[in-house]
């Protein structure tokens, strides 16, 4: 049996829930990876030795999908996912800048 134990708020335990558990079950069920690009029309803050998740409002400009940030209240702000359409993982290693085209998971 598998278990995951996720965070107590609850927007940490959605953002956890698409990062870690839906991977997880998509791959136990062969079916394919959800990453998409977008380009970002912000820069995304990045904290030393973590990887921070960005909640993210795609925007469709003919072909191409634009990123914008949904600001959020910290990890109890669950109304902040019901304004969002993915979420972007960003680490000082990649350090991503406006303008940049990125991988991102959809919601």
């Known amino acids: 049996a598998t278990i995951f ?4 708020n609850p927007l940490a335990a959605a953002l956890c829930a698409v990062m870690l558990v839906r991977p997880f079950l998509r791959a136990l069920t062969a079916q394919p990876d959800d990453v998409r690009p977008g380009r970002l029309a912000f820069t995304p803050q990045t904290r030393a030795g973590t990887t921070t998740l960005h909640l993210v409002r795609t925007e469709t400009d003919g072909a191409r999908l634009t990123l914008h940030p949904v600001p959020t209240a910290g990890a109890s702000d669950i109304s ?13 290693r990649t350090a991503p800048a406006d303008g ?4 991102f998971l959809p919601l």
Request: proline share 5%.
């Open 100 to 103: 940049d085209v990125v991988a």
């Open 5 to 8: 134990a996720l965070p107590g």
């Open 80 to 92: 902040a996912i019901t304004r969002a359409d993915g979420v972007l993982a960003v680490s000082t």
